[in-house]
């Protein structure tokens, strides 16, 4: 699956984002 740079970026903010929320959610 080929992913774009936007998206690697997207999901490293999203887990960021959830890490702050508090939550741990890896969506390997």
Known sequence: VAVTHDEKIFDRFDR???LR???LEDSA
């Open 16 to 18: 960021l984002y959830h």
């Open 21 to 23: 929320d508090g939550r």
